[in-house]
């Protein structure tokens, strides 16, 4: 009625509903836009202090190697450095000399066949002189241009160190499986001049000193060194990597960081559902779950579990003793009808990530409850490889 006395035409009606509607879309969107701009200034404030608390674990623990800015040392290569990043001065060059090298073995292969007639073996002959002249002609004016940089172990035909070690990930997963793991066999060829420390392994999984989120938070810092390379960035490198004279071993070792650091492990979280299904992905060793679970062994993040500081073997303790897990679980809990549609392991996962869900009769609900946030993939598989041994 009221609405009718102030729209009398139905056309009205219709046309300021409509219109409310249009404001009302034009109101979400503009909430939804400033929205994403919240966000983004959210995510880029993180990754300001990601790069700072970097920047101060590098000038702790790295400048005696790297040097003050990253720019290498006697003992480390540099890293605030171009090579690193990939980047090359002379693309062209590059390109050119590459191309008439592949050409090269091509005429290289052809003369060794034995088919190959005298008077095309002439031709390959001069055609490969010509080759190496125009390769000479190529190198020789950047050569006098870099001589600072390659006295300091610059290489203007190798100008891209990820390609140079075959790594085919990205730089961030190059940097980050290093400080995880370390290069054990650099020691045979660093500090220059004589044996020494190399670089060692930082991650607190492989015993060193530093958490996973400081190692990211270090890789930040030095991903944060690209930026429009010039040639006085690459004269203010001290020194640049090494590769060995025998790079046999090192290129074993970084083959052997692509297969198994490739994944990197993160946290399982606490999603019961999603690791349920993953852990179809994965085989839990029991050797390493009991490891775990008796304090030998470390978590993927360092975190020392001792799971049997309340789980004795026998009898109760704070919690459920550890033998017989498993056949309590199908026998006592899988009846109760609080956990009806459980599976075995939907129930022990939950236990460990999610222990405040389902309180075992007559405990308290004490287990530490962030367990999902120290436990990696294959930890938790390991777990409950061995828990579903009892
Ligand atoms: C005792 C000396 C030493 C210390 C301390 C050290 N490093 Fe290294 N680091 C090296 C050496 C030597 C290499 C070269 C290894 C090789 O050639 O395989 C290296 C390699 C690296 C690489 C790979 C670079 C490349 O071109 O292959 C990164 C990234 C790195 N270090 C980061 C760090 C960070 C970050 C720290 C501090 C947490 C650190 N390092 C502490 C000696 C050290
Ligand atoms: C601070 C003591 C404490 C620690 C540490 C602890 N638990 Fe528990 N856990 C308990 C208690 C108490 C219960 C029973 C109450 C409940 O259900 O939450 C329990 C229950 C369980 C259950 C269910 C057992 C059953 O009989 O139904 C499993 C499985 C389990 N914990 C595994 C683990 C694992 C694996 C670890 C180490 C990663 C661990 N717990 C560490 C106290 C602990």
Same mark, same amino acid.
């Given at each position: 009625m009221f609405q009718g006395m102030i729209f009398p035409k139905i056309e009205n009606r219709i046309l300021a509903g409509v219109l409310a509607f249009v404001l009302m879309m034009v109101l979400l969107g503009w909430a939804a836009i400033n929205e994403g701009g919240r966000m983004a200034a959210f995510d880029e404030t993180y990754h300001a202090r990601s790069i700072e608390q970097g920047a101060a674990l590098f000038a702790q623990n790295c400048t005696t190697c790297h040097g003050a800015n990253g720019l290498g040392g006697a003992k480390g290569p540099a890293l605030n450095n171009p090579q690193l990043f990939g980047y090359d001065f002379f693309p062209e060059i590059t390109k050119e000399i590459s191309d008439l090298r592949v050409e090269r073995a091509d005429l290289e292969r052809e003369a060794s066949r034995a088919d190959t007639t005298q008077e095309r073996l002439t031709q390959i002959d001069s055609r490969m002189a010509e080759i190496d002249a125009r390769i000479t002609e190529l190198d020789a004016p950047r050569e006098q241009q870099l001589a600072s940089a390659i006295q300091k172990g610059y290489d203007p035909q190798q100008p891209n160190r990820l390609q140079n070690v075959g790594w085919s990930g990205t730089l961030e997963s190059f940097v980050l499986t290093t400080l995880i793991h370390g290069r054990p066999v650099s020691n045979n060829y660093w500090p220059i001049g004589s044996s020494g420390a190399g670089m060692v392994a930082w991650s607190q999984t492989a015993g060193g000193p530093l958490r996973m989120d400081q190692l990211e938070d270090l890789t930040?810092?030095?991903?944060?060194?690209?930026?429009?390379?010039?040639?006085?960035?690459?004269?203010?490198?001290?020194?640049?990597?090494?590769?060995?004279?025998?790079?046999? $071993?090192? +290129? *074993?070792?970084?083959?052997?960081? %692509?297969?198994?650091?490739?994944? &990197?492990?993160?946290?399982?979280?606490?999603?019961?559902?999603?690791i349920v299904t993953e852990l179809e992905t994965v085989t839990g060793d029991p050797v390493r779950g009991d490891q775990l679970y008796h304090s030998a062994a470390r978590s993927f993040n360092g975190t020392t579990l001792a799971?049997?500081?309340?789980?004795?073997?026998?009898?109760?303790?704070?919690?459920?003793?550890?033998?017989?897990?498993?056949?309590?679980?199908?026998?006592?809990?899988?009846?109760? $009808?609080? +956990? *009806?549609?459980?599976?075995?392991? %939907?129930?022990?996962?939950?236990? &460990?990530?999610?222990?405040g869900n389902y309180i075992v009769p007559n405990f308290q609900n004490v287990m530490i409850p962030n367990f999902g946030e120290n436990l990696s993939l294959q930890d938790l598989a390991d777990l409950v490889a061995y828990l579903e041994t009892q």
């Amino acid at each position: 009625m009221f609405q009718g006395m102030i729209f009398p035409k139905i056309e009205n009606r219709i046309l300021a509903g409509v219109l409310a509607f249009v404001l009302m879309m034009v109101l979400l969107g503009w909430a939804a836009i400033n929205e994403g701009g919240r966000m983004a200034a959210f995510d880029e404030t993180y990754h300001a202090r990601s790069i700072e608390q970097g920047a101060a674990l590098f000038a702790q623990n790295c400048t005696t190697c790297h040097g003050a800015n990253g720019l290498g040392g006697a003992k480390g290569p540099a890293l605030n450095n171009p090579q690193l990043f990939g980047y090359d001065f002379f693309p062209e060059i590059t390109k050119e000399i590459s191309d008439l090298r592949v050409e090269r073995a091509d005429l290289e292969r052809e003369a060794s066949r034995a088919d190959t007639t005298q008077e095309r073996l002439t031709q390959i002959d001069s055609r490969m002189a010509e080759i190496d002249a125009r390769i000479t002609e190529l190198d020789a004016p950047r050569e006098q241009q870099l001589a600072s940089a390659i006295q300091k172990g610059y290489d203007p035909q190798q100008p891209n160190r990820l390609q140079n070690v075959g790594w085919s990930g990205t730089l961030e997963s190059f940097v980050l499986t290093t400080l995880i793991h370390g290069r054990p066999v650099s020691n045979n060829y660093w500090p220059i001049g004589s044996s020494g420390a190399g670089m060692v392994a930082w991650s607190q999984t492989a015993g060193g000193p530093l958490r996973m989120d400081q190692l990211e938070d270090l890789t930040a810092y030095i991903l944060n060194w690209n930026r429009d390379w010039t040639l006085d960035d690459l004269f203010a490198v001290q020194q640049f990597a090494i590769l060995p004279k025998d790079p046999g $071993p090192l +290129l *074993a070792q970084i083959e052997q960081l %692509q297969a198994s650091g490739g994944v &990197i492990q993160t946290a399982v979280g606490t999603n019961v559902r999603q690791i349920v299904t993953e852990l179809e992905t994965v085989t839990g060793d029991p050797v390493r779950g009991d490891q775990l679970y008796h304090s030998a062994a470390r978590s993927f993040n360092g975190t020392t579990l001792a799971c049997n500081g309340c789980h004795m073997p026998e009898g109760p303790g704070t919690g459920p003793q550890t033998s017989g897990t498993m056949s309590r679980i199908e026998n006592e809990r899988l009846t109760d $009808p609080a +956990l *009806a549609n459980y599976t075995a392991r %939907q129930y022990l996962v939950e236990s &460990i990530v999610q222990p405040g869900n389902y309180i075992v009769p007559n405990f308290q609900n004490v287990m530490i409850p962030n367990f999902g946030e120290n436990l990696s993939l294959q930890d938790l598989a390991d777990l409950v490889a061995y828990l579903e041994t009892q």
